[in-house]
């Protein structure tokens, strides 16, 4: 069979096997299209059917979350966790409570992950988890006896060399906390099993700002490549949560000019650039909506729907929301705006017709396994100090970022050239990923 065939064949199959997960598909499908040179060079990974076995999970985990509300109604919810491949290490990925989580999504997400944190270079397999729980709206009491519910069904499934979870949207800070607890409590020993952790009792310095700061390194890299910086651009950046917040915070450092901001309802264009401060206070201390923000600040406007954050003219783009919120004609209103770099803080936030403009236009675009790899890095940083039982300074685990970082914008660069793509970051993102995890594979049998 050619290679093209075989890659037919396997996308008819991921088709047929997983009826109803869109995002599965999309995401299988985007990965699947740039492996043709691969398999051609590669017959082996032919022979050994590799790509059969690297789109099916090896795991999934499916539960009941059983919980009681402050009215003290019985709520049940749905939970997963995906433990998608560990050719490279234990599985490792976040865990997202959103009302849309379903299976579809924590398996695009995990299938992602595999080859993000391949291109990380650190020994981490991929997975993913979460659940259809909504946070917003919900009491501290609320959210912490739904995870302490969830926890007390996924600690059988994972451990510090077996799956280590993270935060993702709808998980942060408070909601590791709740679930660290609950792990601890129900199998009586302090691990590193989550990453994300407070600092105070074994999160890693630079954890928090990791995937913001992460995403801003490695544009800035992009941007030296073709003799530019960020000093003096202004950055359309879509959401207004962990990621979002931190690629600000640095854009600021590196003196570029952060001007809208967004969540699920609308999003604020500050052409002054945004308030950080303003903004953390709102969504990291009220909880409240970015609505808000236009309230206080009077050069900023607030627009309802989230897509229209696009419109608003940039030199580069930053969606740092969620899946498909930047689509065909949004990055052709980027591009007709003067738009010269697009980089993913989100996991596909980039529809496919939404890439393709960006590339056929010659904006600088790279996809979210490089881009928003920053986040997992240090997750796997973490869980290295964890092992060693010592913390690292902020300055020593920052470094560190950074150079994955560039790492990965030399490795994604070079294999895009090496397969005849140069300046495609996706094929590159994706070759390079695929082959370390396709060789230990090879190496470890038919498992
Ligand atoms: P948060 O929960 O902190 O923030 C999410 C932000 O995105 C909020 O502003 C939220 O608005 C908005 N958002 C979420 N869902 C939607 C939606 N359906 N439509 C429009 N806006 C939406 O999450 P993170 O910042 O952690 O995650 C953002 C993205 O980055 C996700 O794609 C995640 O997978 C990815 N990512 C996160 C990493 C991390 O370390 N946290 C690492 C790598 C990738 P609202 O409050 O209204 O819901
Ligand atoms: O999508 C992602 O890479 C994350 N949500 C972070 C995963 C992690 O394990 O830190």
């Known amino acids: ?14 088709l047929s096997r997983n009826p109803g997960e869109a995002e599965f598909h999309q995401a299988v499908k985007e990965v699947l299209d740039t492996l043709g040179a691969v398999l051609e060079k590669n017959p082996q990974y032919v022979e050994a059917n590799i790509l059969e076995r690297f789109v099916e999970p090896e795991r999934q985990i499916i539960f009941r979350v ?34 849309s989580v379903y299976l579809g ?46 926890m007390t069904e996924l600690c059988r499934h994972i451990g510090p060399d077996t799956d280590i979870p993270a935060g993702d949207i709808g998980v942060g800070g408070r ?4 679930m660290f607890g609950q792990y601890k409590r129900i199998r009586n020993e302090f691990t590193g099993v989550l990453t994300g952790k407070g600092l ?18 490695i544009m800035d890299e992009a941007l030296k490549a073709a003799g530019k910086s960020f000093k003096g651009l202004n950055v359309a950046i879509s959401g207004s949560g962990n990621v979002a917040l931190f690629a600000c915070e640095k854009i600021n450092q590196l003196g570029g000019k952060v001007i809208t901001m967004s969540d699920s309802n609308g ?54 929301a969620t899946q498909n919120e930047l689509d065909g004609e949004s990055a052709k209103t980027l591009v007709s705006n003067g738009c010269i ?25 790279i996809p979210g396994k490089a881009a928003n790899a920053g986040g997992v890095a240090v997750s796997g940083l973490e869980m290295a100090q964890n092992s060693q039982r010592l913390s690292w300074t902020f300055e020593k685990a920052d470094a560190e970022l950074k150079n994955i970082m560039v790492t990965i914008y030399k490795n994604i660069s070079s294999a ?28 470890q049998g038919l498992v």
């Open 341 to 365: 770099a697009s980089g993913e803080g989100a996991n596909m936030p980039t529809t496919p017709e939404g890439v393709e403009v960006f590339q056929k236009a010659g904006v600088i675009f």
């Open 1 to 14: 069979m050619s290679a093209n065939s075989v890659i037919q064949s396997v996308y008819e199959q991921v």
């Open 267 to 320: 999003f604020i264009h500050d052409p002054n650039g945004i308030d950080l401060d303003a903004v953390k206070q709102l969504k990291l201390v009220e909880r409240k909506r970015i609505k808000e923000y236009a309230a206080t600040h009077k050069n900023a406007t607030y627009s309802d729907g989230c897509t229209g954050v696009w419109t608003v003219k940039c030199d580069v783009a930053l969606p740092c």
């Open 105 to 150: 999504i924590v398996k695009f997400l995990g299938f992602e992950q595999v080859l993000k944190n391949s291109l990380t270079g650190l020994m981490m397999g991929g997975g993913k988890g979460g659940c259809d729980f909504d946070p917003k709206g919900k009491s501290d009491n609320e959210v912490m006896r739904f995870c302490q519910s969830f």
């Open 175 to 178: 909601e590791i906390g709740y």
């Open 200 to 217: 105070e009792w074994g999160g890693s310095l630079v954890r928090t700002e990791a995937t913001g700061y992460g995403l801003v390194y």
């Open 66 to 99: 059983p919980w009681q509300d402050d009215a003290g109604n019985y709520q049940v919810n749905r939970g997963m966790r995906v433990e998608f491949n560990s050719a490279l290490g234990p599985y490792k990925g976040g865990l997202r409570f959103h009302p």
């Open 416 to 443: 895009a050239d090496e397969y005849g793509c140069a300046g495609d970051f996706v094929a590159g993102a994706n070759i390079a990923g695929f082959i370390k995890v396709a060789n230990a594979m090879l190496a």
